[in-house]
């Protein structure tokens, strides 16, 4: 990637929408220091219901970036889509080349790029999606070729853009963030027990609306409780009617994902969660192994925590 930017003249980074500080890479801070930078917010429809809270978290993140430029996307939405194209056109104008515009794609592992490409290509020339796009990480393994997302006019030459692959941080500064990572599908299902991303999943439940799990179960901080409830509500049962609890998280999980149980953001978005979270990951930050170990003793402090209050 480091190779192709000397002919690169706009980069545009994806993050997460719901997460982001999370879903925030330092790497890209360091790599592309010095280089005109657009940040898109991706999946705005999964984590804002555009109420003016919602407004005021987005002012809150444009001030984090200053002077780089900051849009939220929605790739099901042409209009969003459009004023990402806008964007890039009057970027091309302003590059004043009749060659064109080449422009690069980048951000965390299913943070939405390739979505956004094909989004892009197809609202901005009319063609068909040129980039794959799958519900797990890892789907782009290679830096592909670039596609024409805007035709030449008069006024500018055609504008390209080339997809990466997602490029994961090199620490998870705390479990936490590994969590809300690994719920937004940055991380591979497999990686952290579904169970344990909803029992997270229902912990953010409760601060923000208990009444969005209303259907299955009564509100509670007991992830079995919980999870008891959604399999016989949905039939999720195994043999002599036994819960199947990992099929309910896995469907708990799809259905947050989806936007079905509610719309709301992870991470903490104030003036000083930006500069707290940068400090974290780019101090001391933990591996991976040491993210799950420190994920285990989060669980067990929890659960201890749940004794103490029903005891």
């Given amino acids: 990637m480091k190779t192709m930017l000397s002919s690169i003249d706009l980069v545009i980074e994806c993050r997460d929408y719901r997460v982001p500080l999370s879903s925030r890479n330092p790497l890209f801070e360091e790599n592309l220091a010095g280089r005109q930078r657009l940040i898109v917010y991706t999946k705005q429809d999964l984590g804002s219901e555009g109420r003016d809270r919602d407004r005021r978290r987005e002012s809150i993140i444009r001030e984090w970036h200053r002077p780089s430029s900051v849009l939220f996307s929605d790739y099901r939405n042409p209009g969003s889509v459009r004023t990402v194209l806008d964007f890039a056109r009057d970027h091309a104008i302003a590059m ?23 989004a892009l290509r ?13 519900a797990q ?11 024409k997302i805007i035709e030449a006019t008069e006024e500018q030459g055609p504008v390209y853009l080339m997809d990466t692959p997602g490029v994961f941080i090199p620490y998870v500064p705390n479990a936490e963030s590994m969590l809300k990572l ?16 909803v029992d997270y999943l229902l912990f953010q439940f409760n601060i ?36 199947d609890l990992e099929a309910s998280a896995l469907w708990i999980i799809q259905r947050w994902r989806g936007g079905q149980l509610g719309r709301f953001v992870l991470d903490e978005v ?6 707290r979270e940068r400090r974290d990951t780019e101090g001391h ?10 994920e285990k003793d989060m669980r067990r402090q929890r659960t201890k925590q749940r004794h ?4």
């Fill in 208 to 243: 923000h609306n208990p009444s969005w799990y209303g259907e299955y179960a009564a509100p509670t901080n007991d992830i079995m409780e919980f999870l008891e409830g959604v399999a016989r509500r949905t039939g999720r049962l195994q043999k002599g009617g036994v819960p």
């Fill in 137 to 147: 990480p890892g789907v782009t393994r290679k830096i592909g070729t670039t596609v």
């Fill in 96 to 118: 004043d080349t009749l060659t064109g515009s080449r422009m690069m794609i980048v951000g965390m592992p299913n943070v939405g790029k390739s979505s956004l490409l094909n």
């Fill in 285 to 294: 930050g933990a591996s991976m192994n040491q993210a799950r170990r420190s």
């Fill in 308 to 311: 103490l209050d029903t005891g």
């Fill in 182 to 197: 690994a719920l937004c599908g940055s991380v591979k299902d497999t990686i952290i027990a579904p169970t344990t991303l």
């Fill in 122 to 134: 197809q609202v901005g020339v009319g063609k068909s999606k040129a980039a794959f796009t799958g």
């Fill in 270 to 275: 104030s003036e000083e969660s930006f500069d």
